[in-house]
């Protein structure tokens, strides 16, 4: 048995492995069960860290997860196509983003029933450590206090679309992830490709069918479904097949522009991110601010409930406020009123809602207020940069900046007034809960405590009683106060609860802030245009479905094909693809310095032989699991890892318009093809015998770290290095799972 890789691991997964990814950084994989239990392992010595429990607002199943390129976070995108980000240090949900609208078009006919998701995420290898462009670095040093202090009393979670839950923010406490610009791009069976900068910011969507029929080249779309994807800052390339003419072609759509605007882009993301971050500080803290204040009121109103009650029951039509007015002004209670403050004041939890109030207004001054002067220093940044036309035209909107200036004005201006209202609220509640204390202790006939009592102002009293009792106070003077014309700022002044008119105050706060960065999502996809449209196979089609041998299935459909895409730092393509109806391997390059030549090559497997799956390892070499058939018992003999050379034919043909003469240039290439020999391959390892099931086989390789899972019928996985060798007899001394 060749043993060209070295077997690190080999273990039983508990639970049945429908998606797995190595970590390009760390000795980690993430492995996605069934029950949508994300599993992070140190592969070393399989040691599970933490799972990743399911988002709670989230019930769909996921279809794929994607680490980013440092390895803090990973990507899960689910069935309805949302996307959530989560924390390697702590398992918790940071942000989530919620599905696209509809396609505008109808893709019933063309697609397959069961969605497919995939996710990219890619660094561009672009350092701005050197840039002289001070503001691409994420600089908190300014934010005083510093910005990870406003999170004391909020488990805060970034969403776009509510989806809060619990969870330490841990995606905003690390410098270093953005120290470069990444990108995390999310394609779905429908067509819908997404590009999200640093995973977060949404700065484009296409629609490749769409695309596909704008473009004059293309006459209709049927049975179209893409078989993969793959892209750089400049050009995304989307392998589709045509199930009704059998021909495979790559699209390849200029996305330059994202190249060209990469540090505005970055730029306006990193406002993006800490507005959102200090939105959501501010959205925790409210909530906290007016659940304690909404618990007080609660028992507050129920006092005066009883007094109520009790004035009733001994025939008094007067209310609890003229019957308290006039023990102030008299000092002699009438007998329901004494009865009321002898047996059900208790000083005590009055004084905590005393204390309640100082709580607020502290939680305002600490948290409420710095977040709000931050997220306007990133709103007048954003202003300064949507007057630098040069660079960012297009991508800001002045006017609409400039008009949501007095909006956020407004909304500062009743922040402070609500600190005033807890501050003379404070006042107010501490002289008449020591007056009624006094009453209390002199009526009973007992001694005042000193920190229960103190002394108290007769006008301050009167005032609250004037505005009334069961009225909540907060909400009395929110509504009496109007300093300004609100026409800038629309909010409900009918609410009954305080709580309504400063969240619908919010709200729209927030809706602002999400429509500050949509010229972004129309600019950039405006932009981009179809480069070429490349056929390179078609398969024979019988009975409108391709040929068959004795080792494929006769339908066509996902297993049919496999592929792998691979987009360098040079712009250059390239394409292989595995068609078991034809059980070949077509290989293409294109060369971005000469885009109009195409390099090919073919190579037959032996009848006997099929892929499971292939993926590129580098722009020399892919990586293949080939499984031997015994023709006798038509069973999976063995299975093997095999690293082929890439290599092509000593010519380069030339690209033309979409149509036959291509493909039959193709088709005279493929008359010369030479059987796959070892000549090609540059390493090879047979899979461990023991596990030759007769169920699929996958794997996912690390091309950074030089590591590939393989998985056996989602229940087993191996691990491999595939930088390394070993002797035959180390294989022996490996640790086997029980």
Same mark, same amino acid.
């Given at each position: 048995m060749s043993n060209d890789y070295v077997l690190l691991k080999d273990k039983v997964i508990g639970n049945e492995a429908i998606h797995y990814k190595i970590c390009p950084t760390m000795d980690l994989v993430a492995i996605a069960s069934k029950d949508n239990h994300i599993s992070i392992i140190r592969f070393m010595n399989w040691q599970r860290l933490f799972t990743?429990?399911?988002? /709670?607002?989230?019930?769909?199943?996921?279809?794929? $997860?994607?680490?980013?390129?440092?390895?803090?976070? %990973?990507?899960?995108?689910?069935?309805?196509?949302?996307?959530?980000?989560?924390?390697?240090e702590n398992s918790k949900l940071l942000y989530s983003i919620s599905p696209p609208s509809p396609s505008p078009i109808s893709l019933s006919n063309r697609l397959p029933i069961d969605s497919k998701y995939k996710l990219i995420w890619l660094n561009s290898q672009l350092?701005?450590?050197?840039?002289? /462009?001070?503001?691409?670095?994420?600089?908190?040093?300014?934010?005083?206090?510093s910005i990870n202090s406003y999170n004391k009393n909020s488990g805060d979670v970034t969403s776009n679309n509510n989806n809060s839950s619990g969870s330490n923010n841990v995606l905003y406490s690390s410098r270093e992830l953005y120290e470069e610009f990444d990108i995390l791009t999310c394609n779905d069976s429908n067509g819908n490709i997404r590009f999200m900068s640093h995973g977060i910011l949404e700065i484009a969507s296409l629609n490749i069918y769409q695309l596909l029929l704008d473009n004059k080249r293309i006459k209709e779309l049927n049975r179209i479904k893409i078989i993969e994807t793959s892209f750089c800052l400049k050009y995304l390339c989307v392998l589709i097949e045509n199930e009704d003419t059998g021909v495979i072609m790559y699209v390849l759509v200029d996305i330059q522009v994202i190249l060209n605007r990469r540090q505005e882009i970055h730029e %306006?993301?990193?406002?993006?991110?800490?507005?959102?971050?200090?939105?959501?500080?501010?959205?925790?803290?409210?909530?906290?601010?007016?659940?304690?204040?909404?618990?007080?009121?609660?028992? +507050?109103?129920?006092?005066?409930?009883?007094?109520?009650?009790?004035?009733?029951?001994?025939?008094?039509?007067?209310?609890?406020?003229?019957?308290?007015?006039? +023990?102030?002004?008299?000092?002699?209670?009438?007998?329901p009123t004494n009865q009321f403050i002898c047996n059900n004041v208790q000083i005590k939890? $009055?004084?905590? %809602?005393?204390? &309640?109030?100082? /709580?607020?207004? *502290?939680?305002?001054?600490?948290?409420?207020?710095?977040?709000?002067?931050?997220?306007? @220093?990133?709103l007048t940044n954003l @202003?300064?940069?949507?007057?630098?036309?040069?660079?960012? @035209?297009?991508? $800001? *909107?002045?006017?609409?900046?400039?008009?949501?200036?007095?909006?956020?004005?407004?909304?500062? %201006?009743?922040?402070?007034?609500?600190?005033?209202?807890?501050?003379?609220? @404070? &006042?107010?509640? &501490?002289?008449?809960?020591?007056?009624?204390?006094?009453? &209390?202790?002199?009526?009973?006939?007992?001694?005042m405590e000193k920190k229960l009592y103190q002394p108290?102002?007769?006008? +301050?009293?009167?005032?609250? +009683?004037?505005?009334?009792?069961?009225l909540d106070p907060i909400e009395f003077n929110m509504k009496q106060y109007q300093p300004i014309s /609100?026409?800038?700022?629309?909010?409900?002044?009918?609410?009954?609860?305080?709580?309504?008119?400063?969240?619908?105050?919010?709200?729209?706060?927030q809706i602002k802030f999400q429509e500050l960065f949509k010229p972004i999502s129309k600019m950039i996809p405006s932009q981009f245009k179809i480069n070429s449209i490349v056929p390179i196979y078609d398969y024979p089609i019988s009975g409108g479905q391709p040929n068959s041998t004795s080792t494929t299935t006769t339908q066509s459909n996902s297993s049919d094909i496999k592929s792998s895409i691979l987009v360098t730092e040079d712009y250059g393509i390239y394409v292989i693809?595995?068609?078991?109806?034809e059980n070949k391997v077509i290989l293409v390059h294109r060369n971005d310095k000469s885009s109009s030549q195409l390099k090919y090559n073919c190579y037959q497997l032996e009848t006997n032989q099929f892929i499971e799956d292939m993926t590129f390892y580098d722009q020399d070499s892919f990586l293949c699991l080939i499984s031997q058939i015994d023709t006798e018992r038509k069973k999976k003999k063995s299975t093997s890892i095999v690293q082929f050379q890439v290599s092509f034919k000593e010519l380069e043909i030339p690209l033309f318009s979409i149509n036959s003469t291509l493909l039959d240039l193709l088709k005279e290439v493929d008359q010369n093809i030479n059987q796959s020999d070892s000549d090609t391959i540059i390493k090879q390892r047979e899979i461990n015998s023991q596990y030759r099931a007769q169920n699929s086989v996958a794997f996912s390789v690390s091309n950074k770290r030089g590591i590939s899972s393989v998985v056996f019928a989602q229940k087993r996985m191996q691990l491999y290095d595939l930088e390394d060798q070993e002797e035959s007899n180390e294989n022996e001394n490996m640790d086997e799972s029980q």
């Open positions: 990743i429990l399911p988002n /709670t607002s989230n019930a769909s199943s996921i279809t794929s $997860l994607e680490w980013s390129p440092f390895g803090k976070m %990973i990507a899960v995108v689910y069935e309805n196509s949302s996307i959530s980000l989560f924390s390697i350092s701005n450590k050197g840039s002289s /462009t001070n503001s691409l670095m994420y600089n908190e040093n300014n934010y005083f206090p %306006i993301t990193l406002e993006y991110i800490k507005i959102n971050r200090l939105l959501e500080v501010m959205k925790s803290n409210l909530d906290d601010i007016f659940e304690k204040w909404g618990e007080s009121m609660s028992s +507050l109103q129920s006092k005066w409930v009883e007094f109520e009650k009790l004035l009733g029951d001994y025939g008094y039509s007067s209310s609890i406020e003229q019957e308290l007015l006039d +023990l102030l002004m008299s000092g002699c209670p009438t007998p939890k $009055l004084k905590t %809602i005393e204390q &309640q109030c100082l /709580t607020i207004r *502290d939680q305002l001054i600490s948290f409420l207020i710095p977040s709000f002067e931050n997220i306007f @220093h990133s @202003h300064n940069m949507s007057l630098w036309k040069e660079r960012y @035209h297009g991508l $800001l *909107d002045t006017d609409f900046i400039s008009s949501l200036l007095p909006i956020v004005g407004v909304f500062g %201006i009743r922040l402070q007034f609500l600190i005033k209202l807890f501050g003379n609220l @404070h &006042q107010q509640y &501490q002289s008449f809960f020591s007056w009624l204390y006094r009453i &209390q202790c002199y009526s009973n006939q007992i001694q108290f102002n007769e006008i +301050l009293i009167m005032n609250l +009683l004037q505005q009334g009792l069961k /609100t026409d800038y700022f629309k909010y409900n002044n009918n609410e009954n609860q305080q709580q309504g008119n400063i969240f619908e105050m919010f709200k729209e706060f693809v595995y068609v078991k109806s």
